[in-house]
């Protein structure tokens, strides 16, 4: 899996695809666990951002604190990174940082869990916090953004702004896995979910829970 273009005068040179990836404060801290662990596998460029809500929704769903109060890969994951993989991490309140803008050139952007208040601010381009700067960066320059809210039931307010980002180009990828791989464990909805996710975004993966793939 790579991306990017030839440099002048040279050989066609493989980069790895570069992925934005927002954790706001949506009920889902497992969503972004497993996504994370998938994404650490794969051959991407990765840049996270993580909201102050996020870590509050953190704490309570898995009593995860972190040191200083500053987000913490190895700690959110429970486990050491595998070798050769990094993250560029971005504060989501330092809206001077690269995804603010445009020229930013990233392959996708994906915000999961995606609370409605994030939808929100998407749907009316407010652009608050490094998030939703950088995703308004994405639609407006027509780039792949999947936004995976973590909501029931939804309001009319809820709906209408998903129809909006929908028809500004976004993908609205609700936090519903399937059944028909027979999931024994939770485990097992995650990575499905995360397969849609990946699917969605355009990136390869190895997640094997397709709708027949052995049988055809």
């Known amino acids: 899996m790579s991306g990017g273009s030839a440099p002048a005068g040279g050989d066609v040179q493989a980069r790895p695809l570069r992925l934005l990836l927002g954790i706001t404060g949506a009920s889902g801290t497992v969503i972004a666990r497993a996504l994370l662990r998938e994404l ?6 990765l840049h996270l951002i993580v909201s102050a809500s996020a870590h509050l929704v953190m704490r309570e769903e898995t009593g995860i604190e972190f040191p200083q109060g500053r987000f913490d890969l190895e700690t959110f ?7 050769g993989r990094s993250v560029t991490m971005h504060s989501d309140t330092d809206l001077a940082a690269a995804p603010a803008s445009g020229t930013f050139r990233a392959h996708a952007m994906i915000i999961c869990p995606c609370s409605m ?13 490094l998030i939703a700067r950088a995703a308004d960066a994405c ?6 953004l999947v936004v995976v809210p973590r909501e029931t039931p939804l309001n009319l307010v809820h709906l209408r702004n998903m129809v909006t980002l929908t028809e500004a ?8 896995p399937g059944y028909y791989h027979q999931p024994r464990t939770i485990d097992d909805l995650l990575r499905h979910l995360v397969l849609k996710i990946l699917d969605a975004a355009n990136v390869e993966h190895n997640i094997a829970m397709r709708w027949k793939e052995n049988t055809e």
Do not use: H, Y
């Open 117 to 129: 208040k994030t939808i929100g601010a998407l749907a009316s381009c407010t652009g608050a916090n």
């Open 139 to 144: 639609m407006k320059e027509r780039r792949r």
């Open 40 to 45: 650490l596998q794969l051959d991407v460029d």
């Open 169 to 176: 180009g976004a993908v609205v990828l609700p936090a519903m």
């Open 77 to 83: 994951l429970g486990e050491v990174p595998p070798v």
